[in-house]
């Protein structure tokens, strides 16, 4: 066969066209494919940080937000709750806190937080993962703190568990920061903020 009919001009243009619709429905089918990809604006907001604010807080008062899909609690202490974590530390598996992968470093071992008179702690209970209850100290005879009610694991107003009851670590300490003297990021590290 010869080719001494063939318009090469034309066969080029073709094989351009053809090749320019086919990029173009191949972008059409790509984004919204690669869009899927990308997490809803409820599972952003599931992982965002979370402002708490402290100004209506009350001494022995607890908020309980979500961050992650978990619980989180904050509780605002008095001094005297304060000085009372100090001479319970017999009574407890862990009491300075030694486990690191329950709290960040930048929390002290035994009030377990930043400031000593605010407590941030995910509201799971270490043994099953049950949400535990919150007893102020005047409604219970050991001090108050968490109860949890699946199987009666105690912590006190640090999160730290009570030796004799079935979960073996104390509550985790989330991530969280202050931004000033009454706000609370939970989500973003202390000096990260």
Known sequence: MSNDGVDSGKRRFL?????????????????????????SAKAQAAGAPVEVPLDKLEEGQ???????????????RSETVVDALKNTTQELKDPESQNIEQQPEYVDGV???????????????THLG???????ETEVDWGGGFFCPCH???FDLAGRVFAGVPASKNLQVPPYSYQGNNKIVIGVDEGAA
């Open 15 to 39: 094989t351009l066209a053809t090749s320019a619709v086919g990029v173009v429905g191949a972008g059409f089918v790509a984004v919204p494919f690669l869009g899927s990809w990308k997490p």
């Open 62 to 76: 607890m908020v309980k937000v979500e961050w992650r899909g978990k619980p989180v609690f904050v509780v605002k």
């Open 111 to 125: 009030t377990r937080s930043i400031r000593p008179d605010v407590i941030v702690l995910v509201g799971i209970c």
């Open 130 to 136: 049950c949400v535990p209850q919150h007893l102020k």
């Open 152 to 154: 009666g694991s105690r």
